[in-house]
């Protein structure tokens, strides 16, 4: 069992950047995944970046690959998401989840990640 909790959110205007912060309760033992979705009320949630830990790989949805970067910090159980030029259309609840004992981390089956945060609010206005 682990509780995920997400900060960062906020109102920034289009063009802008935001870090988004995922804080898991405990250390957690390789192999697992993380990753960041994203959803907008009345639509499906979309995965949006993971991080496979153990072998390292990263992974991108093609609408946020070049923009977003997933990163963590170890040291304090830490998962962060930068969003660079952020637009009107990326507005949502943005979330945070892992998946443990898992090689392989798989962004179109939310299935596949049982822990989820209460989510963080982004919004991108002038």
């Known amino acids: 069992e682990v509780q995920l909790v997400e900060s960062g959110g906020g109102l920034v205007q289009p063009g802008g950047s935001l870090r988004l912060s995922c804080v898991a309760s405990r250390n957690i033992a390789s192999p697992y995944c993380v990753g960041w979705f994203r959803q907008v009320p009345g639509k499906e949630r979309e995965g949006l970046a993971s991080?496979?830990?153990?072998?390292?790989?990263?992974t991108y949805a093609e609408s946020v690959k070049g923009r977003f970067t997933i990163s963590r910090n170890s040291a304090v159980n830490t998962l962060h998401l930068k969003m660079n030029s952020l637009q009107p259309e990326e507005t949502a609840m943005y979330y945070c989840?892992?998946?443990?004992?898992?090689?392989?981390?798989?962004?179109?089956?939310?299935?596949?990640?049982?822990?989820w945060g209460q989510g963080t609010q982004v919004t991108v206005s002038s």
């Open positions: 991080l496979q830990i153990g072998l390292g790989e990263t």
């Open positions: 989840a892992a998946a443990l004992r898992a090689w392989r981390c798989d962004l179109r089956s939310q299935e596949s990640w049982p822990y």
